[in-house]
């Protein structure tokens, strides 16, 4: 394979009738620049405004803008897939995105702005493409971003346009563009060495991949999960737990695969914005996804189901969430959001992130909603309430799991950061 690109290389490049020194002395740089999606709720974004006025029902990017800080990339060869950038003599997997800025110049409102280092092109290579988040880890590149064949220019900018693919019309217009093809990438009307290409919802679907059974059951293996009676030994009679004496350790086989499948069964073809509720019935749990739990994911393409959303976000995510409640008997948690493309950093991009707004515990008549009452709470004690402590629990439950990220557990108490006053956001690891 790596054979006969690099004989098409020499055909193409002999083809041109250049000696062999002025085509080791092309020189092209590369550098990528992506404009993140903007905000599209509180009339931030006069493109949503135009089209959908003051109607809220349709926001997709809300509360916290796109932005890809710390997301994995690499740029390969397209044509022999060998990586590019990082360097190979860096020996790194992958390069992180680091710098951001803003810009308000494409008059869709304010834009999060990351110009990646410029990249040299080998002179052997005639095409690049990027992989990106999970995609970039050097067991999966799937999907190749953008494949480009490099113009000639010593320095070419290439520019990402990230934004719904309902105001991509709209966006091509205002900013004097022509509509790209999908994943492609072209000519900057009127300006030498410049391209660019729009990234919509429909296409981070693409990027991303679902949670096959076999990676559900390789990063979820089966598990024994063991727990104490109800701290409350003054239960209603009647309720199940009673027959267990104090003391006594109840423990449930948990097969992830087979206890997981009704959340990935869940929202087949739909593209509604209805509540959901799943039930998890070896755990005793009802999951409940809230309205517009899958507005980002939905709203930011022409096709996407909450379906595809679902099996996008990591099992770990679900099997962390559901482990704690189950050893502290919440029998019904809400959740807000789970993989979605373009909203806040790149977690929920990558699957790793859920959010939940709820947990309730029937038993003892707890329904608490994860939601400060103010700023003045902010990286402050959980509240004195049973709720208050449940979530308290909750939390040492989650920050004690392998499964999840190290100090990536957010909530509007303890260890708050920008913007979860309204839920708790659990991270799990990469795979
Ligand atoms: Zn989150």
Redesign the pocket.
Known sequence: MTGSTATLADVMVSGQNMPTQQVTSLNRMVTFIIYCAPRDDQNLNPMYTAVYGHDVAHTAVTDSASYLTRMPYVVVDADTKKVIWPMPSSHKEYDAIQLVSSTSALHDGQRKVHTLPPIHIPDNVIRIALHVANDAYHYRRDFQLFPWTVSDAPHSKVHIYELRSDLKRRFIDANNLQTPPDNALVAKPNVTGEYYGCLDGDLWLRISHEFTNGDITRLCPPETLSRNPPASTQAQAGAAQQTAAPGNVEQVQVDWLTTLAPIYAAGEGSRSMAPFTVEIGNLGITLTFIARALANAVYTSDSITVQQALRRTSPRTFAAILKAAWRLHIDKLSLS?SWRPML?SR??KMGV???VTEIDDSAEHIDFTIHNRSHADRNRPFPTSTGGQKLARIYQELIGDAEVMDGAV?TPWVNWVEP?DT?M???VKDE
Request: hydrophobic content about 25%; proline content about 0%.
């Open positions: 959001s806040g977690l929920h992130g859920l959010d957010y979860h839920h956001h659990i991270t």
